[in-house]
């Protein structure tokens, strides 16, 4: 599938910046499953300052912000080849041993709550592929989609206690109860096609597991599938974090406020 993808975010602060730099991971990864055909950025009021392939191989861009500037606008478009293969990317690569996806932090490491139904769920008899998917199914039981219930620092253990998130909620409650079972896992952000609409408010995340002999493995505990054609992978890391679309510091006493506008449709293809 032949997918064309805008991301629009602005900011807007409430006084004059002085100094601002933003780390920006908007560029989808060349992997299996998908081809890059061509992707820009482009600013307002901001410019590029360095761009560097990180410890997840996410591709990084480093962007300052104009100085006296109160509106600043960074505009990704695109288009992405998607194959299905049932969610497996294959195998591990990165600057990182495997092993270091087995390490708990902050956002994913699971309280009295995780760790009983964690307790739970060893005790069934499933292969560790049929776990992880119904990993995936109890967690979405659980844990009822609702916009607006958390925030990007809410951790897995926080969500998980009041039966509701999103799918960053999700993605970290599958990732700390994985690594709780000493399987390797890690956060993916990205996009996704949604069947009902092309404009959407925010980009998509999910969780990808270690699997011997298939390697890593897509797990969308929101939607409750593995991910197919409809998915771009951009970014991946040890939680949210690490793969966080935009993230920044500014000095001057400024409020930021962020907007988010993506659109994703598919393309026909020309034979």
Request: overall charge negative; glycine content about 8%.
């Amino acid at each position: 599938m032949r997918l064309s993808i805008r991301h629009t975010t602005r900011y807007r602060f409430d006084q004059p910046v002085v100094h601002a730099l933003q780390r920006l991971r908007l560029v989808p990864k060349q992997t299996q499953g998908q081809e890059i055909l061509d992707w820009s950025k482009e600013y307002e009021n901001a410019r590029e300052e360095l761009q560097f392939e990180d410890q997840h191989h996410n591709t990084t861009t480093l962007v300052s912000v104009d100085q006296g500037t109160r509106e600043v606008t960074i505009t990704c478009r695109g288009r992405v080849d998607t194959h299905d293969h049932a969610g497996v990317i294959g195998n591990h690569a990165g600057h990182l041993p495997l092993w270091s996806f087995l390490t708990q932090s902050k956002l994913t490491r699971p309280g009295p709550g995780m760790r009983k139904f964690i307790g739970e769920m060893r005790k069934s008899d499933a292969d560790r592929l049929e776990m992880l998917h119904e990993l995936s199914r109890a967690i979405l039981g659980r844990v009822e989609y609702t916009i607006g219930a958390t925030h990007p620092g809410t951790s897995a253990e926080e969500s998980f206690a009041a039966r509701a998130g999103v799918c960053q909620d999700h993605a970290h409650i599958f990732i700390g109860s994985a690594r709780a079972m000493d399987i390797p896992a890690r956060y993916v952000s990205g996009y996704l096609m949604m069947n009902d609409r092309v404009e959407q408010d925010a980009t998509h995340a999910w969780a990808e597991a270690y699997v011997e002999g298939l390697g890593w493995v897509g797990f969308d505990v929101s939607n409750g599938i593995s991910p197919d054609t409809r998915y771009v992978r951009v970014a991946t890391g040890r939680d949210y974090r690490d793969a966080a679309p935009v993230t920044g510091i500014s000095f001057g006493n400024t409020t930021q406020v962020l907007e988010v506008d993506v659109a994703v449709e598919q393309q026909q293809v020309q034979q």
